[in-house]
C-alpha cells in the first residue's frame, strides 16, 4: 500500500445531505447494508431471503471485518441441538443470568426487569427469541451450518443464576478441531451464500454520510479509494453493521472506562457509525464498555492488522508479574476478566501500577505448550517470535525485559522495572511454586473456574495432578518473557436501538429507514462478556430482527425513482 | 412541589428547528446563555462588560447551580495573588502537571505536547492563559472578590512535575473561615452584578432545543413550567453552560467508567447539552470521567437535593471497611480518588465487593470531630442524622448495618454483611490500632499526604501525635456507622469545544453560532482532579474566552430583524 494508492477511502464530513440536492444517484435496492462481518453478511441474507433487493457496502477490499480474525463462536441460548438433547434452556433463567452479569450492582430478583432498564431487558428478551430461529435459517440456507459445542462452558458457568451453563455455543461446522479458523469458515460460507443468492457486494465502499429525505433516512453516501463519491439509495431501509471504534484512539480515550492500547479488531473498525449516527440525532449508548481481552503491547503499539487478542494464555510453569516482579492476577481468568487487571489504579502513587504485565515461562512450558493460535505468546519454533524476551537466568531476563520497556516509555507512562524487580519476582516464583505444588492458588484461585481449564491450552501430561494450569517454574533457564497490556476485541457501544434494530433518536423514537446491528451499535450486555460467542450469537439474532423490520416498511417510490 | 404545578418543564424533544417555521420569537439579544451557575453567570458577565445584550436562561427558578453548592475554591494558575507573593508557577511547568496526572500512562515530557492530544494540550494552555486574567477582571467589577488560599496544596503537591504545590486557590473573600459557604457567597455577588449590570435573567426557562439558520445556530426554544415554549434568538451567539449529566440514570449508566449512584450536582444537571449538542451534529469527547467523591448511599438513592459529596472525611478514631469487615482504602485520600474505592471489581465472583463501604468510628470521633460541613458523616447534636447506625457493641453496630443495607438490596445487588463481619472488623481494628499508636499506615499510607491533612477535619488535640489522621478505636462502645458509595461532584463530558468555546463537528469545525462551557462540554481533564477548585477556576477561564470570542461574530442580521 503507497500513499498514491490507499485501499480505504479517507474519512470526511457525516453531516447528512438532502436527497434533493441534485446528485447523482448510483444505484438503488431495497435495503442497503454497510458493513461485511458477522452483522452485516447474516443482515443481508436475511434480507435477501425475505425478497429484497440488497445492495452490500464494504469499507475494506475484502469481506470479513473482526469476525473473518475470530473463532466464530456463536452462543444462542436455548439452541435448536440443546432443544434436541433435551438440555432445558428456559427464557426467565436465561435473562436472570444475563441480568446478574450485566449490571450486577443493581441486580434483583424481584424487579420485573430484574434490575435492568426497561431497554436493557427488552433487548435481552429479543436475543432469547430470535437467535436461535436466525442461526437455524442461517443453517438451513447452507449460509452457516453449525456444529455443537454442547460441552463448553459459559463464562460464568458457576453462578447459581446459570441453569444451562453449557451448551449454548456453536461453531462453523467446518472449522478445525481447535476452532481457531471459525470466522474465515464462517465468513467464507456466508459470503458464498451472499453471492449465490444475488446479493450486490460492493467492496472497498466506506460510507461517510447518511442521505436524507426531510426526516427520513433514504440513501447513504460512500467513497472508493479512486476519491470518487457513490450515492446508494434504499425503498426500504439502511442497516449499519460496521464495527465499533477500537481502532480510533480519539474515541477510546474519551469514551471506554480504561486506558486501553488497542485491539484485535478489524483495523477499519474506526467508529465511523457513531459519527454517523450522531449526526442524524440518534442516542449513544454503552459507550464505556467493551469486548475486553489481553493484548500483546507490542503487537498492539505497532498497530498489526494480524494481532490476534489472548483469549487462550497457555502454559503451567508460567506467570504474570507486574512491574514490581508482582503476580497480581489469576493468569487463567477468562479474557475479558483478565483484561481488567491491567487498569488498576494506585491512588497513592497516581499511576497504573499493571498497566504492562510480564508473562514468564520456563523451558518446559516452552517445550509442551507452544501454539500460534488464540494469540498465545509462547509460540512454536519457526512462529513469528519477535516478541519473545529470553535469558539464561532470571538476571538475564529481566535485564532484557528492562531494554524492551524501554522502547515503549513514550507510550507507558515511562513504566520501567523497579528495582528490586529480581529479588521479588524469586520470591514470587517460590510462592507461586508452592501453590502448583499444592494445586492451589491461595492468591488467586488459579484454575479453580470451568472456564479456566476451557482455556488452558495445552500443557504436559500429568496424569495425577488436581490442577492442571499450574506446575512450578524450573530453578535453571532459559527463561522466556513477553510484554502484555489490556485491550478490546472491540466496542460495544454506539448509537442506541429497539430490538428491531431501529435507531432511536432522543426521545426515543426510531429515526425513520436507519438500522442498525452489532459492535456498532449499543449493546445491552452492559458490561458483561455471558460467554463466548456473546458476541456474535446475540448479533445474529438482532440482525434477523432488523431484517424482518426493514423488509416491513413500506418502500418509498422517492428513492426509488430518483435511481432508476 | 406538586404535579400540577412543576417547577421545572418536561424534557421535549432537542431535535433542531428552522428559523423559518414562523414561530413567533419572544427576545433576541447578542448572547444567550444557557444556565445561570458557575459557567453560566460568568459568561454572562463577561458578555455584558464587552458590551453584548444578554439574556441568561437558568432551568431551575433560582440562579446558581451546582456552583451555589460548593465551597467555590477556584484553581487558577499563577494567579495575581501567586506573582504578587513572587511565587512561580511557569507555564512549561503547570502543563507538566497537569499532563502527567490526566493521561498518567502516556504522559511523555519528551513529547511536545507531553503525551497529551493535540486538543487536550491547547485546552490546557488555554487555562493557563486565560483563568488568570478572567478572575481579575471579575474581581474589579466587584463581581466575585477572591482572598488566596496561599498554604492550599494541591491534589498531588508531591509530585516532582508540581512546581507550584501551594497557592493556585482562591476563594471568595466573604466565605466562612472554613470556606464551605464560598458557593453561596460566589453566587450571589456575581449574581448581584448580572443584575446591576443590565442581563436579562429568565429563571424557570429550560431550554430544550436549538433554533437553526440552516448550518448556522441562531437562537432556542425554552419552555416554562406553565408548558409554554420560548423562542429566544442571538444576533451573535448562544454560550451554553448548563452542567453535566450527574442526575440522568441512563445516561450515567451509558457513559461513566464506574456505576457510580448519582452524586451532588444540582437535580437540573440532567445531561441537556448532550442531547442539545449531539442534535447539532457536535462531537462527544471525556464521556467516561467526571469529577468523583464519595457520598452517603442514603441520601443518594433518595436523590436529595440537598446532598453534599463527602469532600472532608472527618474522625481521626474512624476507618471504612467493606462488607467482609476489612479496610480496603486509605479513607483520607482527597475525594476524587477515594470515590475509586467503590468500584474494584472482583473477577472472581463477578461482584462489587466495595460497592458501599461501612464508615465506622467511636464515641471520640463523635465527641471531638462533628461538624456538619463538607458531608462529614459525624454530625453534632441537632443535626440530621437518619443516616446514623448506632450499637453498644460492635455486634450491635453490626445488626443495625445488616439491618439497613437489606433496605437497599435491590439497588446494591443484594449487598449484605458476610457471616464473619464482626469478627474480622474486630482484627481490622486492632491492626487500624496498632498503625495509629504507631501513626504509620502499613497498608494504606494514611495521612502520608499534604491533601489528607488538609481534608481531616478537626480532631483532638494531642499536642505530641506525628499523625493527627488516625487514633485508636475504643474497645467499648458506643460505636457508630454509616453507609458510603461512589459518585460525582458532576460529570465532564459532552460536546467537544475548540479553546474558545465554540462546539466542534465531526471534523473539528466549529458549529456556527454554538458556544459551551463548563461541565456540560468536554474536560480536557480526561481522569484528573488537579487541585481543589479544577472544576471552577479552568472554567472561569474558558467563560471568558468565550465570550470574548462570541462578542467578535459578526451581528446576525436575521435574528435581530425576526425579532425586534
Not at 431487558?121 to 430470535?130: G, Q, R
Not at 436524507?212 to 431501509?237: I, Q
Not at 469486548?291 to 487478542?309: F, K, N, T, Y
Request: hydrophobic share 40%; with cysteine; net charge negative.
Amino acid at each position: 500500500m503507497t500513499q498514491e494508492t490507499p485501499q480505504i477511502a479517507a474519512r470526511e464530513s457525516a453531516a447528512p445531505v438532502q436527497i434533493d440536492d441534485g446528485a447523482p444517484v448510483d444505484a438503488v435496492a431495497d435495503i442497503v447494508v454497510v458493513g461485511g462481518g458477522g452483522g452485516g453478511l447474516p443482515a443481508a441474507l436475511f434480507s435477501r431471503w425475505l425478497g429484497d433487493e440488497v445492495i452490500l457496502l464494504e469499507k475494506a477490499p475484502e469481506l470479513g471485518g473482526t469476525a473473518r480474525k475470530a473463532a466464530f463462536w456463536y452462543w444462542v441460548p436455548n439452541n435448536a441441538a440443546m432443544r434436541a438433547a433435551g438440555v432445558e434452556d428456559r427464557e426467565e433463567d436465561f435473562l436472570r443470568y444475563v441480568a446478574r452479569l450485566s449490571r450486577p450492582h443493581q441486580y434483583d430478583p424481584a424487579s420485573p426487569t430484574l434490575g435492568l432498564s426497561e431497554w436493557e431487558y427488552t433487548m435481552c428478551k429479543a436475543v432469547y427469541e430470535s437467535a436461535s430461529p436466525a442461526t437455524e435459517l442461517l443453517r438451513e440456507q447452507d449460509a452457516l451450518v453449525y456444529r455443537h459445542c454442547e460441552g463448553v462452558p459459559d463464562y460464568w458457568a458457576e453462578l447459581p443464576e446459570d441453569k444451562a451453563p453449557t451448551g449454548r455455543v456453536l461453531v462453523p461446522s467446518d472449522a478445525r478441531e481447535t476452532m481457531s479458523d471459525g470466522g474465515q469458515v464462517g465468513i467464507r460460507t456466508m459470503s458464498a451464500a451472499a453471492r449465490r443468492d444475488g446479493i450486490d457486494i460492493r467492496t472497498s465502499h466506506r460510507v461517510q454520510r447518511l442521505v436524507t429525505d426531510d426526516d427520513a433516512v433514504v440513501g447513504v453516501e460512500a467513497s472508493t479509494p479512486d476519491g470518487m463519491s457513490h450515492r446508494v439509495l434504499a425503498r426500504k431501509a439502511i442497516i449499519f453493521a460496521t464495527g465499533g471504534f477500537t481502532h480510533d484512539k480519539e474515541l477510546r480515550q474519551n469514551f471506554l472506562n480504561m486506558p486501553v492500547f488497542g485491539g484485535c479488531a478489524a483495523l477499519t473498525n474506526e467508529g465511523d457509525f457513531i459519527r454517523i449516527g450522531s449526526s442524524a440525532g440518534a442516542q449513544l449508548r454503552n459507550l464505556n464498555y467493551a469486548w475486553m481481552c489481553p493484548i500483546p503491547l507490542e503487537s498492539a503499539v505497532a498497530g498489526r492488522a494480524d494481532m490476534s487478542g489472548m483469549f487462550s494464555v497457555a502454559g503451567d510453569s508460567m506467570i504474570f508479574v507486574n512491574k514490581h516482579g508482582k503476580r497480581v492476577v489469576n493468569e487463567k481468568l477468562q479474557y475479558n476478566e483478565l483484561a481488567q487487571a491491567f487498569f488498576t489504579w494506585d491512588p497513592q502513587t497516581g499511576e497504573y501500577p499493571n498497566l504492562v504485565l510480564i508473562q514468564i515461562w520456563d523451558q518446559a512450558s516452552q517445550a509442551n505448550s507452544a501454539s500460534d493460535e488464540y494469540g498465545r505468546l509462547i509460540v512454536p519454533p519457526g512462529a513469528d517470535d519477535d516478541h519473545v524476551i529470553t535469558g539464561a537466568t532470571l538476571e538475564e531476563l529481566a535485564a532484557g525485559i528492562a531494554d524492551r520497556l524501554a522502547k515503549y516509555a513514550g507510550v507507558t507512562g515511562g513504566l520501567k522495572l523497579s528495582d528490586d524487580f529480581v529479588d521479588t519476582l524469586r520470591a514470587t516464583i517460590e510462592r507461586f511454586n508452592g501453590f502448583a505444588a499444592r494445586g492451589v492458588d491461595d492468591d488467586f484461585h488459579r484454575g479453580e473456574r470451568a472456564v479456566q481449564l476451557l482455556f488452558n491450552g495445552v500443557v504436559r501430561d500429568e496424569p495425577e495432578r488436581g490442577n492442571p494450569t499450574m506446575w512450578p517454574i524450573s530453578d535453571s533457564g532459559p527463561y522466556y518473557a513477553a510484554l502484555v497490556t489490556g485491550g478490546t476485541l472491540d466496542t460495544k457501544g454506539g448509537p442506541k436501538t429497539s430490538p428491531d434494530g431501529q435507531v432511536l433518536d432522543d426521545m426515543d423514537r426510531p429515526i425513520p429507514g436507519l438500522y442498525g446491528v452489532g459492535n456498532c451499535v449499543a449493546s445491552a450486555s452492559a458490561q458483561a462478556y455471558w460467554a463466548g460467542g456473546a458476541t456474535l450469537g446475540p448479533i445474529i439474532g438482532f440482525a434477523y430482527r432488523a431484517a424482518n423490520a426493514a423488509h416491513a416498511e413500506p418502500a418509498r417510490q422517492t428513492a426509488a425513482s430518483a435511481g432508476t
